[in-house]
């Protein structure tokens, strides 16, 4: 089966698609994604091509096409393991979890991350010791603060915005602009599922030293003299922001 999904996927290549996905997704020297390689095809074609035979394969089977040097057949293997955990039982459900957490280094995009952290992590912490999420924000690897940060979304969809507001501060002083861009983009989340007055509570004690991004994010769905609130606050206190 996973020959088969290979071989659907090659069906769909383009080699143009594939340049413009590479420079899209950060794969030049020195990038976010330095290295990694493209086959041309889209979400929707990977998702048409595992549709019918996800069920079939197993978890240990999707892990081998995860090693795939090429970023869809990444992209496949954790789709089928998001199906797979949303049908299992607890049982599979926590095989896994375990081994999504054991293979983080080839969830090594945000799309990738975006797609599976908050099913997967997120999904399968939810009610449970959520400690591993911090160790995660503190990790060296960009894509596991990510999956840290991105996991919580599960938890704010259901209205529980706690782990979210403190992994958000533990990130705050991150360098990367995705890390950036993730925690802005769930501060925007919990305004909007817990209530503005949580998020605003959390952007008044932190504001001042938010980065720029971070804070553009989360202030996205605010009306224009509130935007201009923070923006005109933050950057009179940090000229350095001011563009």
């Known amino acids: ?7 659907e996927l090659r069906a769909e290549a383009s080699k143009e698609k594939a340049r413009e996905l590479q420079r899209f997704f950060k794969t030049g020297p020195g990038e976010y994604a330095a290295g990694d390689k493209f086959l041309g095809a889209m979400v929707p074609q990977i998702r048409a091509a595992i549709k019918k035979c996800w069920e079939e394969i197993t978890p240990d089977e999707a892990r081998k096409l995860l090693e795939s040097e090429f970023h869809e057949e990444r992209m496949a293997a954790l789709l089928i393991l998001v199906k797979k955990f949303q049908k299992g039982d607890d049982k599979t459900k ?3 979890f375990d081994l999504y957490l054991k293979n983080t280094k080839y969830v090594n995009n945000w799309d ?8 997967i992590v997120g999904g399968y912490l939810e ?5 591993i999420l911090f160790k995660l924000a503190r990790s060296k690897s960009l894509w596991e603060r990510r999956i840290a940060m991105l996991a919580t979304f599960f938890f704010i969809k259901n209205g529980d915005c706690r782990a ?9 002083g991150d360098k990367e602009d995705l890390i950036h861009k993730a925690v802005g983009w769930a501060l925007r989340e919990i305004g909007k599922r817990c209530g503005r007055e949580i998020e605003e509570d959390f952007l008044n ?16 769905k605010f009306s224009g003299e509130r935007r201009e609130h923070y923006m005109k606050r933050a950057s009179l206190k940090h000229p350095s922001m001011v563009k």
């Open 127 to 131: 009610g449970k010791d959520k400690s």
């Open 112 to 119: 990738l991350v975006d797609l599976t952290a908050p099913q």
């Open 205 to 220: 004690k932190h504001y001042k030293t938010m980065p720029r991004m971070m804070l553009r994010y989360a202030i996205e």
């Open 94 to 96: 926590r095989k896994i």
């Open 1 to 7: 089966m996973i020959k088969k999904i290979q071989k």
């Open 164 to 172: 979210a507001l403190e992994i958000a501060e533990l990130l705050l």
